[in-house]
């Protein structure tokens, strides 16, 4: 739950590190492994008028004859909707990005190399207590 509120790239991390039983407990890696497939959903009313937006029409109506109205799955960099194209009747997958993602993303790498140098300093300062 934690990564989920820190941001998508905080659930990339933790999705990568749910499949390392190699180097964490398995306690940690089924906590971990609800971020493969429980990430939680945004404002399908805000995905719509993404995708508006995207594909530059006023109405989706002009573009698919039926969009769920629900997403069938949901990730941390967006999610997706099944839908059926107007003019040729074939259903489609529509992946929508999650509002914001590139400057939440931006956040994500700036607390991380913050969290890094942070580390790094202590762990310096640890080493030379180990030599006193």
């Known amino acids: 739950r934690t990564l989920t509120i820190l941001g998508p790239s905080f659930i990339k991390i933790g999705q990568s590190l749910s499949i390392r039983t ?7 890696v089924r906590g971990l492994q609800s971020l493969q ?8 009313e805000y995905a719509k008028e993404i995708l ?6 006023s109405d989706l109506d002009k573009v698919f004859s039926y969009i769920s109205e629900e997403p069938v799955a949901a990730a941390s ?15 489609v997958a529509i992946k ?17 190399k913050e969290a890094a140098y942070f580390i790094k300093r202590i762990n310096r300062e640890l080493n030379s207590l180990d030599e006193i």
């Not at 497939?37 to 399908?44: A, G, I, K, N, R």
């Not at 508006?52 to 029409?57: G, I």
């Open 37 to 44: 497939d429980q990430v939680p959903p945004f404002d399908t």
């Open 52 to 57: 508006k937006k995207e594909l530059k029409v």
């Open 96 to 112: 929508v990005q999650r509002p914001n993602i590139m400057n939440l993303i931006a956040l994500d790498m700036y607390l991380i």
């Open 77 to 91: 960099l967006g999610q997706v909707y099944k839908a059926v194209l107007k003019e040729s009747g074939k259903t």
């Open 22 to 28: 190699d180097l964490l407990r398995p306690a940690y």
